[in-house]
């Protein structure tokens, strides 16, 4: 069993920055697999935004890559996502996720809910 | 980009019959270089993350009870539910990793007991 706990701030004003990073444990990062996070607005269906290796090697989603980061940090067993410039359309559950098989992904957090105010 | 459509939208079923869903993909997901179709599929109940199903189409993840099938190759897939229990009420999502990105997800299924 993998554990992945996402973290952040649940609330961002518009045209500001949103971080989460996500938490694993009882799997080493450096052990290689790609991380990925996936979010899914209220009422819609779930979005992928972006994945990245162990080594930093980065996927982005098109429609999102001019506003997203993802990065890791293997000696915290980390990986992080800033979105920038966000509005009331990036308000979503917001789950970090481990690739298993290219690029399914088989392990996943609980979901942060990031909420976007005006 | 790949759109991946499912239906129907929803569906109610009795205990213990059959559901089926379909995902069709706007293209082939298959690599004919290793004739893999790369296909996941999702359960996603309420408050909870999505739990995967199956990948490359057919492949059951670990613990995954044997009444759900998944099967389908190039742009025609479909998850089954076989002696549907209360339990599989969810939403169930189908979803490509083939080729370049975008990697999309179906709009979802929602089962639901008749």
């Known amino acids: 069993q993998v554990h992945l706990q996402g973290s952040g701030p649940g609330l961002v004003k518009a045209s500001e920055t949103l971080s989460l990073t996500c938490t694993v444990s009882?799997?080493?990062?450096?052990?290689?697999?790609?991380w990925g996070w996936i979010r899914q607005p209220p009422g819609k269906g779930l979005e992928w935004i972006g994945s990245?290796?162990?080594?930093?090697?980065?996927y982005y989603n098109p429609s999102l890559k001019s506003r997203v980061t993802i990065s890791v940090d293997t000696s915290k067993n980390q990986f992080s996502l800033q979105l920038t410039s966000v509005t009331a359309a990036d308000t979503a559950v917001y789950y970090c996720?481990?690739?298993?098989?290219?690029?399914?992904?088989?392990?996943w957090g609980q979901g942060t809910l990031v909420t976007v105010s005006s | 980009d790949i759109v991946m459509t499912q239906s129907p939208d929803s569906l109610a079923v009795s205990l213990g019959e059959r559901a089926t869903i379909n995902c069709k993909s706007s293209?082939?997901?298959?690599?004919?270089?290793?004739?893999?179709?790369?296909l996941a599929w999702y359960q996603h109940k309420p408050g909870q993350p999505p739990r995967l199903l199956f990948y490359?189409?057919?492949t059951r993840e670990s613990g995954v009870p044997d009444r759900f099938s998944g099967s389908g190759s190039g742009t025609d897939f479909t998850l089954t539910i076989s002696n549907l229990q209360a339990e599989d009420v969810a939403v169930y999502y189908c979803h490509h990793y083939y080729s370049i990105p975008p990697w999309t997800f179906g709009q979802g299924t929602k089962v639901e007991i008749k």
């Open positions: 996720a481990k690739v298993g098989q290219w690029h399914s992904f088989d392990y």
């Open positions: 990245i290796s162990h080594s930093g090697t980065t």
């Open positions: 009882t799997y080493s990062i450096s052990s290689g697999s790609y």
């Open positions: 293209q082939s997901v298959l690599n004919s270089s290793n004739n893999k179709n790369y």
């Open positions: 490359w189409a057919s």
